[in-house]
Structure formats: C-alpha cells, structure tokens
C-alpha cells in the first residue's frame, strides 16, 4: 500500500494562510521547484552525456564556467520567465542584473549550480536562491536587498532530492522527493542545543592564512568537534542545519602569497551568504560577517558582492563573534 504523504504544495497552500502569502509566490516557488526537478535530470545523466565538464568560458567572478552551470542557468531563467512573477533576477552566472518582468513582484538572487569542484565527479552540489518582494506601492527600490528584507530563501541539494526553505517569521522546512518527484513531507529545522552532534565545517587547508585570532579559536575548539567538509555550501550546511555546530569560510588574510588573500572573504552575500544565514535564523542559529556583524544586517553596495561567513548554532556563532568584533 503506497503511503501519500503532504506535498510541498498543500504544505504552502497551508502556510500562506496563516501567514498572509500570495497566490504570487506560490506560482513563483513551482517555478524554483521545477527549475531544480529540471536541473536535476541533467545532472543525474550529466557523465553519460558528457554535461560535467568545462563550458570554456570564465564567469563575472573570474572562474572558469562548467557545462551544468550554463544548462542550470538557462533552466532557471525559463522557469522564471514562465512563472511570470519575477521583476528581475541576479544570479552568479550573469554579470549584468537579468530583467523578467517588468509587472513581476519579485526580485530572486540565486546560484543555480553551486560547488562547481564536485561537479565532475557527480557529488553533491546547490541550488541556492533567496526571494525579496518588490515595492510595489512606492517608487521601484532598487535591487540590492538584504538578507533581513528577504521574505524566502531555500536551497536544493543536488541530485539528493532534498530542499529546504526558510519562510520569513515562520521557520526553515525540509522536504524529500518522492517517487512521483514530488518534494513532501515537511519537517521542521531547528537547530539542536545539545552539543553532542554539532560538527565544525570549513576549508582545512586554509587555516594558516585566516586571521591569528580565528586561528586561536580553531584551535581551542577543534577538538571537541567532528569536523566535516564536502566543499559546497548547500551541502555543509544542511548537514549544520541537522546535527548543529559551524559552517566558515573566513577571510583569507595571511596567504604565503599576499595576491591570494581575499580579505573581503569568498561567497557571494547576496545568493550564497544571506541564504543560508536567512534559513539558520529560522532555524534558531544566527550568522556573522568577518567583523561580527550579522549577515542579514548587511546593506549589499553591489550584486556580486562577496563576504566572509560564520552561520550555525548561535552559541558559536555568538562566540567568535565576540573575538571578531574586539
Ligand atoms: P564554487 O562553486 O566556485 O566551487 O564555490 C563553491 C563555494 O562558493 C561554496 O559552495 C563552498 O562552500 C566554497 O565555495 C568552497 O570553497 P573552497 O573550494 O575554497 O573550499
């Protein structure tokens, strides 16, 4: 007897209700819904059709472009267009801001493939996006929102078939895909206060170039930590979001080779950073920049903005916060 479970869908349906949501945004996160169904197809088949390898391009960041990057970003910009909801988009694979709609009432920042280093090997990779809503009473506002105006943001881990969303003021969900590829059964993400699953996650090999003081910490606290990296935030992070801990990527401040330094850090605030600090809020965590700030605070100046990030367990984050901000 096959067992039918509440789907994504009916969950929102619910969820809009209480919480005063729109029809509009329904539409618009069947959109993203497909655009990672859609993705996901071509990722699962990528090796056989030879979809894992280099475009032979460099993107605004100054990477080399994957196959799967360009087919996810035209996935999601056809979904997008066909959801007829967005204004405009920004996403890691285009420098310039991607005009929709001109009657769309949302504005969507997102990275369609990220983690591109597992790409070739089929390991899991991100779709991350976050949603903020248009003025659509006043004079247009402009683009650059910050994570704390952000009415949504989730993340698709690819090809597990998990998605995970924080909805503004009402918590971070986790759905499955089912049989049917149909994301149900909704649990909720809080982060767990007993410390005895939480993992640290960051890029071990760039430990000596962080700061001393974030060194210092690491040090301190290493041991009493699993430590667990994968090299793609969606996946790190879902692991955070599950069994709690720290997930960081700090500013690279003392590399051997000072060109290398990234002293404004390496993620991108607006579709990387501000995401998942928007879903760990609703989870009960919190998130900081390289000075302690919280992410969701930060006023972006520029789309591709990048920034350093410590999110998880709020008494760690907190904790070096505290040293951060000294
Ligand atoms: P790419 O998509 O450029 O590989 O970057 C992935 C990412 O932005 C994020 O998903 C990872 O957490 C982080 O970078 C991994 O970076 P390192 O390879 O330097 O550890």
């Not at 979904?79 to 890691?92: F, M, N, P, Q, T």
């Not at 994570?147 to 969900?173: E, Q, S």
């Not at 007993?194 to 700061?211: G, I, M, P």
């Amino acid at each position: 007897m096959i067992r039918f479970e509440e789907t994504f869908m009916n969950f929102l349906l619910h969820h809009q209700e209480r919480h005063n949501r729109t029809y509009h945004f329904l539409i618009l996160m069947d959109a993203l819904i497909s655009a990672a169904k859609h993705i996901q197809h071509y990722y699962l088949t990528g090796a056989l059709k030879g979809n894992l390898g280099l475009a032979g391009d460099v993107n605004v960041q100054g990477e080399d472009v994957m196959r799967m990057d360009q087919i996810a970003q035209e996935i999601t910009i056809h979904y997008l267009k066909a959801s007829g909801r967005v204004i405009h988009a920004i996403s890691e694979e285009s420098e310039e801001i991607i005009s929709i709609n001109p009657d769309g009432r949302y504005f969507v920042y997102f990275d369609p493939l990220d983690g591109s280093s597992n790409i070739p090997h089929g390991l899991p990779v991100g779709f991350l996006f976050g949603i903020a809503k248009r003025n659509l009473e006043g004079p247009e506002d402009g683009h650059l929102r910050g994570g704390r105006d952000y009415i949504a943001a989730g993340m698709f881990v690819i090809p597990t078939g998990t998605f995970t969303l924080g909805l503004k003021d009402a918590g971070t969900w986790r759905f499955h895909i089912d049989e049917t590829m149909t994301f149900v059964r909704p649990t909720r993400m809080v982060l767990p206060e007993e410390t005895k699953t939480w993992e640290l996650s960051f890029n071990a090999s760039n430990r000596r170039t962080y700061a001393e003081r974030v060194q210092e910490w690491i040090a301190k606290n290493e041991s009493k930590y699993a430590f667990r990296y994968l090299g793609a935030l969606a996946g790190d992070f879902h692991r955070i979001l599950s069994n709690g801990g720290m997930f960081m990527y700090p500013a690279i401040v003392n590399h051997p080779n000072p060109k290398k330094n990234r002293p404004e850090g390496k993620l991108r605030l607006m579709y990387e950073a501000a995401v998942v600090a928007f879903m760990c809020r609703e989870a009960g965590g919190a998130a900081v920049n390289e000075a302690g700030i919280p992410i969701l605070e930060i006023q972006p100046q520029k789309h591709h903005q990048r920034t350093a990030l410590y999110v998880g367990s709020t008494k760690l984050v907190e904790d070096i916060a505290k040293i951060l901000r000294e």
